[in-house]
């Protein structure tokens, strides 16, 4: 049975185009630089970005942890926003690998008050404080939100101020560009390191890149193979990435329609409230004003052939992307008029 999968774009899967090449990838060793198509692919993010190297990891969370593990030192503290995916999704990891402690400020649906960061920052040598080693920011939010880059500029220029590297958590940041119709690196320009998905709205089966100046992605490299994620002949992966950024970026205003689009259907059925505030890019997130069991929801959709996941603090999110058209939202919000007219 085909499902339509609204859990997230992280379900998409590789075309038959994207399959092609992969399968005809010229590959190599990548351990010992012997895969010329991790490389290519490796060049090309850096190009895209305009930044000077970059480095295939296999996954989002990886490559924000390894830019923590890679800017700082054991013990050093890290600035970051309460809500951002680092902090909240990715289990603690940073005490882990890194060894940091975090310190997180309030984010105002995302964006970060430049002046409360610079308030944040260690600027005494004390044998009571830690030093502060980085300040972590995310474009776009995993709230659906795309922060402006007036707010990145005066946090980066904070930052250089206090010689303070910046690392942005990228996942979706071709998304972010395409709500503010400028190139990606528009937005990364006022990072240090950046990483992004391919294996979210760009239907890369697997992987993400780190892409930073060219000693930090060399020491990045070394800390890759310290956290088990060095592969060997990755360049089936990294054909599939290439075709990704060649094809997959021009149509992210496709997925951002029909994320409009299904929420404005939602926003007709009397016992939804949808966050259209919130709506800049392909995630619809809403709440049913209706005692509705989560298991019951996602069970009644899977019955219907639809994938959904369950409420998080009572608020339910539906993710567009290359695999859901039009006829799949209206197939969707049929479903839930008659899951909840059954209540």
């Known amino acids: 049975m085909k499902f339509i999968d609204l859990r997230s774009d992280t379900v998409t899967i590789p075309t038959e185009e994207m399959k092609k090449v992969m399968f005809n990838a010229e590959v190599g060793d990548d351990v010992y630089d012997d895969d010329p198509t991790i490389r290519a692919l490796e060049l090309k993010a850096a190009e895209l970005l305009n930044k000077e190297d970059a480095l295939f990891v296999p996954s989002g969370t990886f490559g924000n942890q390894l830019a923590l593990f890679t800017h700082c030192k054991r013990g050093q503290e890290v600035i970051l926003g309460d809500d951002c995916h680092i902090v909240v999704h990715e289990t603690g990891a940073s005490s882990i690998i890194a060894g940091v402690q975090l310190r997180t400020i309030n984010s105002i649906k995302g964006e970060l008050n430049p002046s ?178 989560p298991d019951f929801f996602v069970d009644s959709f899977l019955k219907e052939g639809i994938k959904v996941n369950p409420p998080e603090n009572n608020e339910y999110r539906l993710v567009t992307h290359y695999w859901v058209s039009k006829e799949n939202i209206d197939k969707v919000v049929t479903c839930l008029k008659k899951i909840i007219s059954s209540l």
């Open 116 to 293: 409360e960061i610079e308030n944040k920052i260690r600027k005494e040598i004390d044998i009571h404080f830690p030093e502060t080693g980085l300040i972590c920011l995310e474009n776009a939010h995993s709230n659906g939100r795309v922060i402006k880059l007036q707010n990145m500029k005066e946090i980066y220029d904070i930052a250089s101020k206090y010689n303070i590297p910046i690392h942005l958590d990228g996942a979706r940041i071709f998304n972010a560009a395409a709500h503010l119709n400028v190139e990606a690196k528009e937005i990364s320009k006022y990072a240090d390191s950046i990483s992004f998905c391919l294996s979210k709205g760009l239907c890369a089966p697997v992987g993400s890149v780190l892409v930073g100046k060219k000693e930090f992605i060399k020491k990045a490299k070394k800390n890759r193979k310290i956290m088990g994620g060095a592969l060997r002949q990755a360049g089936f992966l990294a054909a599939a990435g290439i075709y990704a950024l060649d094809n997959m970026i021009d149509r992210m205003n496709e997925d951002h329609k029909n994320a409009q689009y299904l929420a404005d259907e939602l926003e007709k059925i009397e016992c939804i409230k949808v966050n259209k505030e919130d709506l800049h890019i392909n995630l619809v997130f809403f709440k049913i004003n209706k005692n509705i069991s």
